[in-house]
């Protein structure tokens, strides 16, 4: 028996920007740093052995880098 697979897409209105525009931009400026780093080392560990390194060994290098603290607890995972 197939698993079956649901997405859900939720919509939702941020009503006071002005008071969180710094924090989600710090929070987007580290979450894209993380990804271009990420991106960055698989296409460096592919390039030295052929193979993408697991995620284990990816997010602990990635849990080193400087920006991983910058991010709110549940967007780091």
């Not at 919509?11 to 008071?19: G, L, M, P």
């Not at 990635?62 to 967007?75: G, P, T, V």
Request: hydrophobic content about 40%.
């Amino acid at each position: 028996m197939a698993k079956q697979v649901v997405t859900r897409t939720y919509r939702a209105r941020i009503c006071n920007y002005s008071q969180v525009r710094n924090d989600l931009d710090s929070l987007g400026f580290a979450a894209s740093k993380l990804w271009n780093v990420g991106r960055w080392t698989v296409q460096r560990v592919w390039d030295a052995c052929g193979h993408i390194p697991g995620a284990n060994a990816l997010m602990a290098y990635l849990k080193n880098h400087e920006r991983y603290a910058d991010l709110h607890s549940q967007s780091s995972q």
